[in-house]
C-alpha cells in the first residue's frame, strides 16, 4: 500500500497520509490495521510519527467551485492507542498536499465536521508578501503536484458565533479557581490568560486545568482532547504558548489559531479581539477572523517521502 509523508511547517511531526481508496476493501476495521502500521513504520526512521490522516480522493473541480475531499484523522497516542475524534490542520492541509491538486480544494473533515477551504495564497488577496521568507521553508521543494514554497490561506467556514463554539454555553468557565475559556472551534480548547498561573511549572498547570476541563466535556481522562493553551497579552500582540500530546507545542496548532481567533471574536470570553500576527515561542502564526469564517494564513507543507508498507486486513470465519 502507498503512503505518503508530509511534514507540515510549524507541526510537532510528520503525518502519514493513507489515501482511502488505495486501501483493500473491508480496511477500516481500523485500530488493529493501525497498530501493525505503527509496528511498520518503528522499523524505519518514522518510527515516532504519531499523525494518521485518511483522505478520500477530491471530485473534479467545477469552474465556479473548488475540488472537493473528506478527511478523517486519527492521533497516536504514548500508551499505544488511538485518538479517533481530534482534528488535525497541519494534517488537513498535508492531505491537500499529498494529493497534489495546486488550485483551491474544499476539505470536509469527518472527525470534527468542519469544513475548510484550502487556497494557494498567490490567489489570495490576504497574502503577506514578507512571510515568504519563513525561516521553515525547505529549498528542496515538495515531490507533489504542488509548487515547492507554496504557502495557502485555510479558512474554518464557519461563523465564530455559531452555535456550539461555547460548548458550555458560557464565554467563561472556572477551572480550579482559575477563569478560563472553554471553545469548540476545529478542536475543543482550554484558553488561560498566563497571568493566572503563577509559579514555575506552567505545563503542570495547564495539565491540571484540561484534565478538569476534559471532564466537564465528556472527553475520557486519557484524550488528546480537549486542548489547552496559555497566552499574555503584550505591548506587541497576544503571545501564546500551547500543549500538544506529548508535550509543548512548537509554535500553535493550525486548530488552535482559528480557535484562538475565534474566542477572540467572542464578546464576554477571556481572549481579546485577535488579528493578524500571534507570538509563539518558534515564531509567529497568522490569523485573521470575519464574521462568516475564519482564516489561518501562509501555511506551508512538502511531501518528504512515499513508502510502501502494508496494511493487515483482519478477517473472521
Not at 465528556?218 to 505591548?235: M, R, V, W, Y
Request: net charge positive.
Amino acid at each position: 500500500m502507498p503512503v505518503t509523508v508530509v511534514r507540515a511547517h510549524d507541526a510537532p511531526g510528520p503525518t502519514l497520509v493513507v489515501r482511502l481508496d488505495r486501501l483493500p476493501p473491508g480496511a477500516l476495521a481500523l485500530r488493529h490495521e493501525l497498530l501493525h502500521l505503527r509496528r511498520t513504520l518503528a522499523t524505519t526512521r518514522y518510527a515516532a510519527l504519531n499523525k494518521i490522516a485518511l483522505y478520500g480522493p477530491p471530485s473534479p473541480r467545477t469552474p465556479d467551485a473548488p475540488a472537493r475531499l473528506s478527511y478523517r484523522f486519527v492521533q497516536a497516542l504514548p500508551d499505544g492507542s488511538f485518538d479517533f475524534r481530534a482534528g488535525c490542520g497541519h494534517s488537513l492541509l498535508a492531505c491537500v498536499v499529498a494529493d497534489g491538486r495546486p488550485g483551491p480544494v474544499t476539505v470536509r473533515t469527518v472527525t470534527t465536521g468542519d469544513t475548510v477551504l484550502c487556497e494557494p495564497q498567490h490567489q489570495d488577496q490576504h497574502q503577506d508578501q514578507h512571510q515568504h521568507q519563513d525561516q521553515h521553508q525547505d529549498p528542496s521543494g515538495s515531490a507533489s503536484g504542488v509548487p515547492p514554497g507554496v504557502a495557502y490561506t485555510l479558512s474554518f467556514l464557519r461563523p465564530p458565533t455559531a452555535p456550539g463554539t461555547l460548548p458550555t454555553g458560557r464565554p467563561v468557565d472556572v477551572l480550579h479557581g482559575v477563569p478560563v475559556s472553554l471553545v469548540r472551534y476545529g478542536n475543543p480548547y482550554v484558553f488561560v490568560d498566563a497571568r493566572r498561573l503563577p509559579g514555575t511549572d506552567l505545563r503542570a498547570r495547564l495539565l491540571a486545568l484540561r484534565a478538569e476541563a476534559a471532564r466537564r466535556l465528556g472527553h475520557p481522562p486519557g484524550s488528546a482532547l480537549p486542548k489547552i493553551a496559555a497566552f499574555t497579552e503584550t505591548a506587541d500582540g497576544l503571545a501564546v504558548r500551547a500543549l500538544t500530546v506529548d508535550g509543548w507545542h512548537p509554535r500553535l496548532a493550525l486548530t488552535g489559531a482559528a480557535a484562538l481567533a475565534a474566542a477572540g471574536a467572542l464578546d464576554g470570553t477571556v481572549v481579546p479581539a485577535v488579528q493578524g500576527a500571534v507570538r509563539t515561542p518558534d515564531g509567529t502564526v497568522t490569523v485573521s477572523a470575519a464574521p462568516d469564517r475564519i482564516r489561518v494564513h501562509h501555511k506551508r507543507a512538502e511531501v518528504l517521502e512515499t513508502l510502501e508498507l502494508p496494511w493487515r486486513i483482519h478477517a473472521t470465519a
